[in-house]
């Protein structure tokens, strides 16, 4: 069972860093479903303006030749104000008023007065002097003038000019700016009724309003909403990549826990080893330490392989698991090799058998969290069914195979035994006629010539030549050598 726990922690390390890989990326396709709706509205509130326009400015003439403009400004700001909060995620904040009152636009409780006028030669401001002539209390009751973003560009620059820099550097024969455009700007603000603080630019220049402008403006906006949109895509998936801190989690929670799990049952096997938990010595602990630090540093190492496995190759996180499971197991194997302590065979059979044991229960733990959908439990509970039926299956047919290879052994030494009895027997009969052989052999070529001729008769005789063709009588060497 001890094995089994020990799996079930590297399963439960590997779907917990799964779990967070996986929380990770719901994230991301949950924010990029998000800027889906987020595009739309802003991208709808820029066709919602280009229609306004059309339909109630455009199409009724309003404000005529020389105060169209003004008109489309309004709604053209209110479009592209709410669409560049709306790309980013927030909600709407500027409201057309359209009832030719002291307010033309609501931002968000601000009442504001737009004033996009050229003539005169004033960049608005005589427009303003003249609200506020009407409307005393705008400015104190928190209402802001908005002007054309390039006029307020200029009343900024000569507002913040000096004197001396604005007669040398300013025009006096009325071509570009000029010091008599200066000298109104620093008039305007000398009298006190309105601050710096009370005008804002607005998003659009003066000419980017006209009646031949707008439909160009409001279709480049709807380009650069998209352009945010997609550099927002961008910092979501950087954001959403594996990232270092995220990783030294991984790694020390599988560290923590591997080396947690190794000093419990480090303790628990000194205990049941006799000895008492209080009676533990130095030398114990000393033990207990080693065997804690060495899980630490295996859970260590697997936290960062399952992580780096999980989140850079097409690899699920049991699988990447065992592969580290198999990798350590493997290592442990070849170093008995190394020393000596097992054959090349039953290195290479041990290796198959851990590399099996991993692989089973890398897919006990897939289909338990397929079948039970809870972080970290379905891996668990999968693995320990699985990993006990494979536990059960394998003793099983482990005694079948011992049963019949014990079978085939004794089959073979009764054989080997019979084997050997017959080689002896066969020695036996190859020495004596081995030795009559020679026997023989040396009395064919004895220097004694009729021992030679007698042992060459015995010879022949006994290689098996026919008796009538040997020359055993003087008669048949005479016929045979004289003819």
Same mark, same amino acid.
């Given at each position: 069972?001890?094995?089994?726990?020990?799996?079930?922690?590297?399963?439960?390390?590997?779907?917990?860093?799964?779990?967070?890989?996986?929380?990770?990326?719901?994230?991301?396709?949950?924010?990029?479903?998000?800027?889906?709706?987020?595009?739309?509205?802003?991208?709808?509130?820029?066709?919602?303006?280009?229609?306004?326009?059309?339909?109630?400015?455009? +199409?009724?003439?309003?404000?005529?030749? *020389?105060?169209?403009? #003004?008109?489309?400004?309004?709604?053209?700001?209110?479009?592209? %104000?709410?669409?560049?909060?709306?790309?980013?995620?927030?909600? +709407?904040?500027?409201?057309?008023?359209?009832?030719?009152?002291?307010? /033309?636009?609501?931002?968000?409780?601000?009442?504001?007065?737009? *004033?996009?006028?050229?003539?005169?030669?004033?960049?608005?401001?005589?427009?303003?002097?003249?609200?506020?002539?009407?409307?005393?209390?705008?400015?104190? !009751?928190?209402?802001?003038?908005?002007?054309?973003?390039?006029?307020?560009?200029?009343?900024?620059?000569?507002?913040?000019? @000096?004197?001396? /820099?604005?007669?040398?550097?300013?025009?006096?024969?009325?071509?570009?700016?000029?010091?008599?455009?200066?000298?109104?700007?620093?008039?305007?603000?000398?009298?006190? =009724?309105?601050?710096?603080?009370?005008?804002?630019?607005?998003?659009?220049?003066?000419?980017?309003?006209?009646?031949?402008?707008?439909?160009? $403006?409001?279709? &480049?906006?709807?380009?650069?909403?998209?352009?945010?949109?997609?550099?927002?895509?961008?910092?979501?998936?950087?954001?959403?990549?594996?990232?270092?801190?995220?990783?030294?989690?991984?790694?020390?929670?599988?560290?923590?826990?591997?080396?947690?799990?190794?000093?419990?049952?480090?303790?628990?096997? *000194?205990?049941?080893?006799?000895?008492?938990?209080?009676?533990? &010595?130095?030398?114990?602990?000393?033990?207990?330490? %080693? &065997?804690?630090?060495? #899980?630490?540093?295996?859970?260590?190492?697997? #936290?960062? &392989?399952?992580? +780096?496995?999980?989140?850079?190759?097409?690899?699920?996180?049991?699988?990447?698991?065992?592969?580290? $499971?198999?990798?350590?197991?493997?290592?442990?194997?070849?170093?008995?090799?190394?020393?000596?302590?097992?054959?090349?065979?039953?290195?290479?059979? !041990?290796?198959?058998?851990?590399?099996?044991?991993?692989?089973? @229960?890398?897919?006990?733990?897939?289909?338990?969290?397929?079948?039970?959908?809870?972080?970290?439990?379905?891996?668990?509970?999968?693995?320990?069914?699985?990993?006990?039926?494979?536990?059960?299956?394998?003793?099983?047919? @482990?005694?079948?195979?011992? =049963?019949?290879?014990?079978?085939?052994?004794?089959?073979?030494?009764?054989?080997?035994?019979?084997?050997?009895?017959?080689?002896?027997?066969?020695?036996?009969?190859?020495?004596?006629?081995?030795?009559?052989?020679?026997?023989?052999?040396?009395?064919?070529?004895?220097?004694?010539?009729?021992?030679?001729?007698?042992?060459?008769?015995?010879?022949?005789? *006994?290689?098996?030549?026919?008796?009538?063709?040997?020359?055993?009588?003087?008669?048949?060497?005479?016929?045979?050598?004289?003819?």
């Amino acid at each position: 069972m001890s094995d089994v726990a020990s799996s079930n922690q590297q399963q439960a390390v590997a779907a917990w860093i799964g779990h967070l890989n996986q929380l990770r990326l719901d994230t991301l396709l949950s924010r990029l479903a998000a800027r889906d709706e987020h595009l739309g509205d802003a991208l709808s509130s820029i066709d919602s303006a280009i229609r306004k326009i059309d339909l109630e400015v455009v +199409s009724r003439n309003r404000g005529g030749v *020389k105060g169209m403009h #003004g008109f489309i400004a309004e709604v053209a700001e209110v479009g592209i %104000g709410n669409a560049r909060r709306l790309v980013v995620g927030d909600g +709407s904040a500027y409201e057309w008023v359209n009832d030719n009152g002291p307010v /033309d636009l609501l931002r968000e409780g601000i009442e504001i007065q737009q *004033k996009f006028v050229a003539a005169g030669g004033r960049l608005g401001l005589g427009a303003i002097t003249d609200h506020l002539t009407r409307y005393p209390d705008f400015v104190e !009751n928190g209402g802001r003038y908005q002007i054309p973003r390039d006029h307020y560009e200029v009343i900024r620059d000569l507002r913040a000019m @000096s004197a001396e /820099d604005a007669g040398t550097l300013l025009s006096r024969t009325g071509e570009g700016l000029s010091f008599r455009d200066w000298s109104r700007v620093q008039a305007f603000f000398d009298t006190g =009724d309105v601050d710096f603080g009370s005008l804002e630019p607005s998003r659009l220049d003066y000419d980017q309003v006209q009646r031949g402008a707008f439909g160009e $403006t409001l279709e &480049t906006e709807k380009e650069a909403l998209q352009s945010t949109d997609e550099n927002i895509r961008d910092d979501l998936r950087n954001d959403s990549r594996p990232g270092l801190q995220e990783g030294l989690q991984a790694t020390l929670l599988s560290a923590a826990v591997e080396g947690g799990a190794a000093l419990v049952m480090a303790i628990v096997q *000194k205990v049941r080893g006799g000895t008492k938990l209080r009676d533990l &010595t130095s030398d114990d602990w000393t033990d207990v330490a %080693g &065997t804690a630090g060495h #899980g630490f540093v295996k859970g260590g190492v697997r #936290g960062v &392989t399952i992580y +780096s496995l999980t989140n850079f190759t097409a690899t699920s996180a049991a699988v990447a698991s065992s592969v580290v $499971t198999s990798a350590f197991s493997i290592a442990q194997q070849a170093s008995k090799l190394r020393r000596g302590e097992m054959t090349e065979m039953e290195f290479i059979e !041990n290796a198959e058998l851990v590399c099996l044991d991993a692989a089973v @229960s890398a897919l006990s733990s897939l289909v338990g969290q397929a079948f039970i959908p809870v972080p970290v439990l379905g891996a668990v509970i999968g693995n320990t069914v699985g990993t006990v039926m494979y536990q059960a299956t394998r003793a099983s047919l @482990s005694r079948r195979e011992r =049963d019949l290879i014990e079978g085939y052994l004794s089959i073979q030494r009764e054989l080997d035994d019979e084997l050997a009895a017959e080689y002896d027997q066969l020695i036996e009969k190859l020495n004596v006629s081995m030795s009559d052989y020679l026997e023989v052999l040396e009395r064919a070529f004895s220097p004694d010539v009729v021992v030679a001729a007698l042992g060459s008769v015995e010879l022949a005789m *006994k290689m098996g030549v026919d008796e009538a063709e040997v020359l055993d009588t003087e008669e048949k060497a005479l016929t045979f050598f004289l003819g």
